[in-house]
């Protein structure tokens, strides 16, 4: 049985990953590390887990097929590049860094030493949002984030909001990118305001916005195609149009929070490439790619 570890158990750790990860318990043997021995005990009596560990050397020390990183973002490119070093597959939360260069460094010494660097783009597998990118003849793809209110500062909202609305519209292109823009506005305080980031492809045109100060908490984002437009509302609904008819589709009442918001999809694809060799779920290449819109926009 491959062993996995999780290396921080936070508030994206308990929500997104440990309920997934105890479904699977007989597929896998995990490995909870983190330095606090009460949450060890509390998460491992919870879940139903045997292992755990208390710093980064140990978890080596059991050796890993694999390790999902969940710790802080500054911490991220230290201990990706540690596990990258010691051949383990690395699962890491967005953003992988900060740090353009470090992200393609990384990426870099994972491909050399023929590893996996999967960044957790979620909302890439979120089945409505497959339902948009599976739809031909894309014309127009607008993606937005909105807050009730902000109070980030612009790096900090950039890379841990507004990188998701980025990779989702990046991710829904068909076609090469041909031209970007984009812009931040920032309020008086220097809080983020809005960001906007525009693309066009040889036959799409792709929109992003995130405003941090909108009145209301919503993620929307509509694709148009020559025949047929779709809009997927807070991942959780899908409304069709076309000539005459408009069709609204909700997840039965049942479905897991996780599966519609695309982190037990993802969870499952990146164990399975990790057992049977199989590719990055989410490809290195894309991934940069969000990451350096992120960058250039905070740079511009």
Known sequence: MLKIGVMGLGNIAQKAYLPVMATMQDQYEFHLTTRNPEKRQQLAAEYGFTHTHADLDELIAAKPAAVFVHT????????????????????????????LQAVQALYDLAASRHLLLTCGFNRRFAPFNQQLKALPDKRYINAEKIRETGGQDPETAVFDLMIHTVDTGLYLLDEPLEATDGRIVTMPDGALGQGYFMAKTAHT???????????????????????KRATVTDLNTITTLNTAQTQT???????????KRGFAPLTRAFLTAVATHGPNPVDPTSAITSHAVCRHLLSD
């Open 205 to 227: 045109q792709l929109q992003v916005v995130t405003d941090m100060y909108g009145g209301v908490n919503l993620e929307q984002t509509t694709v148009q195609g020559l025949t």
């Open 249 to 259: 589709t909700s997840f039965p009442d049942w479905t897991p929070t996780l599966e």
């Open 72 to 99: 802080p973002t500054a911490t991220h490119a230290a201990i990706i590049k540690q596990l990258l070093l010691a051949d383990i597959n690395v699962y890491v939360d967005k953003p992988v860094s900060n740090d």
